[in-house]
């Protein structure tokens, strides 16, 4: 494959990822923050919530919970341990990075970048201006970098646990009505751009005399993309016909549009954390190093004298 072979490819690639999903989290603003028909969609979203919430709000609580500053501090040490535990010091500082940087990338967007105009849809909701999630951020910036540190035979696992826990901490956002399904999906557009800068700078600094970890998990991968695309296709076509309504304001839906884009903006969550996991895992195998290999000292009998004369048959 050209990109095993070839750094150069290999970081183009990581640019490409990186700048898509830039690009996509400024798409993501634009549409369903900026705009009317977004801001509808979503309020839709998020106000079909309270069908079924009593029964799931338990789990949401609990889910939630977890989701703190001693949990991201306890998660970001646990995950140095393990890069450390395996002598990869390279690989604690990025996962550590991707931590960081993602949460910070957050908090700046949301406070200091990115504005809800007010077109008077959402008033009532009472959400305030919340892309990205900083709930979502935690989950999905730990999912990422746990993927990063672990050994190779245990990746494909680690993925799959890591895009459940960061596609439920997502969606609890929106079933206990703190977010909207946007504010979730920038989310992990936004680790998702850190986990391919931290690539690219494992790619940039690699040795010479290494290997890379071997195994893409292809099955995985397969599950992954196969469940995101499904879920992204069922969320592209609830959330299209929400949108079909506009501009009929959002307190005129019935129960069944309000349950529909419920459902959509569920599947728009789940799919883009799959998504965006099989990517990341399907990528680090040419990327992580597995072992450097050391170089053979010269001996003297590997190099005789140049004086030294071959001795001939009699």
């Not at 919530?49 to 991201?72: A, K």
């Amino acid at each position: 494959m050209i990109l095993g072979r070839s750094r150069t490819a290999l970081a183009c690639w990581l640019v490409l990822v990186m700048v898509a999903q830039a690009g996509a989290l400024v798409a993501l603003h634009r549409f369903f923050v900026g705009s009317p028909l977004g801001q509808l969609v979503e309020t839709a979203s998020l106000a079909g919530n309270v069908y079924g919430r009593d029964r799931i709000l338990p789990l949401v609580v609990d889910v939630l919970n977890l989701v703190s500053v001693l949990s991201l501090a306890v998660a970001t040490i646990a995950i140095g341990f393990i890069a450390l535990a395996r002598r990869r010091v390279g690989l604690a500082l990025v996962a550590i990075m991707v931590i960081a940087g993602s949460n910070l990338t957050t908090q700046i967007l949301k406070d200091d970048v990115f504005t809800r105009p007010n077109y008077d849809i959402d008033g009532v909701t009472r959400v305030a201006n919340s892309l990205p999630s900083g709930h979502t951020t935690v989950a999905a910036s730990v999912a990422f970098a746990l993927v990063l540190v672990l050994p190779a035979r245990l990746r494909g696992a680690g993925a799959l646990l890591g895009a459940g826990y960061a596609a439920l901490t997502g969606v609890a956002t929106l079933s206990a009505g703190w977010h909207r399904p946007s504010d979730a999906v920038g989310a992990y557009l936004v680790v998702g751009a850190w986990a391919a800068f931290a690539g690219m700078l494992l790619v940039a600094f690699r040795r010479r005399n290494t290997t890379t970890s071997g195994g893409g998990h292809p099955i995985v991968v397969a599950v992954l993309a196969t469940v995101s695309v499904v879920l992204l296709i069922c969320s592209a076509l609830m959330l299209r016909e929400i949108s079909a309504a506009f501009p009929v304001l959002w307190r005129e839906f019935g129960d069944d549009r309000f349950l529909t884009a419920y459902v959509g903006g569920i599947a728009g969550i789940a799919g883009t954390a799959c998504a965006l996991i099989a990517i990341f895992l399907g990528t680090m195998y040419l990327v992580v190093p597995r072992r450097t290999v050391p170089r053979q000292r010269r001996t003297p009998d590997d190099h005789p004298p140049r004086h030294a004369r071959v001795a001939t048959p009699a």
